[in-house]
């Protein structure tokens, strides 16, 4: 049986980190930018699981159970704002209500 080295698993954690930053920085769609925010809390869960795998612990388990109930929460807050968002301006693009004036 062959064993995957640490360095697997955070050039993966890095891969898919950078996947999820180049999506919040040029999507302007709050849907996508809600996806590139999961994703890099995915590769911060990898990342967790790894080196606790790596220590012999289960503390990076326990800490990516507490990151994907903070994911949860944070995806149904922000599923709100975006339905609050396409009731009041017809369109889910974060540039037109970050331009909005109080």
């Known amino acids: 049986m062959s064993v995957v080295g640490i360095e697997y698993y955070v050039l993966l954690s890095a891969a898919v980190f950078t996947i ?9 769609n709050a849907l996508m930018f809600l996806m590139s925010v999961e994703l890099m809390l995915n590769a911060a869960n990898i990342n967790l699981v790894a080196f606790a795998l790596l220590h012999g612990t289960l503390s990076g388990q326990v800490f990516a159970l507490f990151v994907m109930a903070l994911a949860a929460a944070e995806v ?12 009041t301006h017809g369109s889910i693009d974060v540039k037109q209500a970050a331009s909005m004036r109080w």
Request: avoid cysteine; proline fraction near 0%.
């Open 76 to 87: 149904a807050v922000g599923i709100g704002i975006i339905l609050s968002l396409r009731r």
């Open 20 to 28: 999820g930053m180049f999506g919040v920085l040029t999507r302007r």
